[in-house]
T-cell receptor, first 112, second 112 residues
Framework: NAGVTQTPKFQVLKTGQSMTLQCAQD?????MSWYRQDPGMGLRLIHY???????DQGEVPNGYNVSRSTTEDFPLRLLSAAPSQTSVYFC???????????FGPGTRLTVL | GENVEQHPSTLSVQEGDSAVIKCTYS??????FPWYKQELGKRPQLIID?????GEKKDQRIAVTLNKTAKHFSLHITETQPEDSAVYFC???????????FGSGTKLNVKP
């Protein structure tokens, strides 16, 4: 099993550009989530999904969109990148919310 | 929403000593409390978790205690080793286990 994979590993964007961060898992997990990690602030939940076709907002959803068309994939879209979105982004998955969350390797995003 | 505070932000101990990291939470309905370890440049990994119907849980050199009345929980690492050096995050879940709120992290340095 590959576990949770994320692409790209690094990305530099200009303000106003859009892009999609990819996340996939091969463990048949129902629960998937996106976090951003900023220095001194821990991990903050952006969006989460409890199954295909079901998504909801987390703590810091503004500026991000998600969809979940399959169990395996949970992409995160930045519609119009801003410097405040410079961060490390982690995708995670678990069988259910109260089970161990497995994190992907992360994507380091810089917005100029 | 939930507010999780974590102390201390940095902790330096001598190899073989014990380390204690403390977290408080604000929502009395929170019922699942995982702890994650993140080594430099790596993804967070679950090291231990506890549910609200349990007061203490141990796994070899690691233990977690939960005081629901006071709304705080702590991570205890005994006989610390240099490989325990990392950033540790506590988290609290929403009552339906769909949202997770992380503390700001504790950087543990174990000196050989």
């Amino acid at each position: 099993n590959a576990g949770v994979t994320q692409t790209p590993k690094f990305q530099v964007l200009k303000t106003g550009q859009s892009m999609t961060l990819q996340c996939a898992q091969d463990m048949n997990h129902e629960y998937m989530s996106w976090y951003r990690q900023d220095p001194g602030m821990g991990l903050r939940l952006i969006h989460y999904s409890v199954g295909a076709g079901i998504t909801d907002q987390g703590e810091v959803p503004n500026g991000y969109n998600v969809s979940r068309s399959t169990t395996e994939d949970f992409p995160l879209r930045l519609l119009s990148a801003a410097p405040s979105q410079t961060s490390v982004y982690f995708c995670a998955s678990s069988y259910w919310g109260y089970n161990e969350q497995f994190f992907g390797p992360g994507t380091r995003l810089t917005v100029l | 929403g939930e507010n999780v505070e974590q102390h201390p932000s940095t902790l330096s101990v001598q190899e073989g000593d014990s380390a204690v990291i403390k977290c408080t939470y604000s929502d009395s309905a929170s019922n699942y409390f995982p702890w994650y370890k993140q080594e430099l440049g790596k993804r967070p990994q679950l090291i231990i978790d506890i549910r609200s119907n349990v007061g203490e849980k141990k796994d070899q050199r690691i233990a977690v205690t939960l005081n629901k009345t006071a709304k705080h929980f702590s991570l205890h690492i005994t006989e610390t080793q240099p490989e325990d050096s990392a950033v540790y995050f506590c988290a609290a879940s929403s009552p339906n286990f769909n949202k997770f709120y992380f503390g700001s992290g504790t950087k543990l340095n174990v000196k050989p």
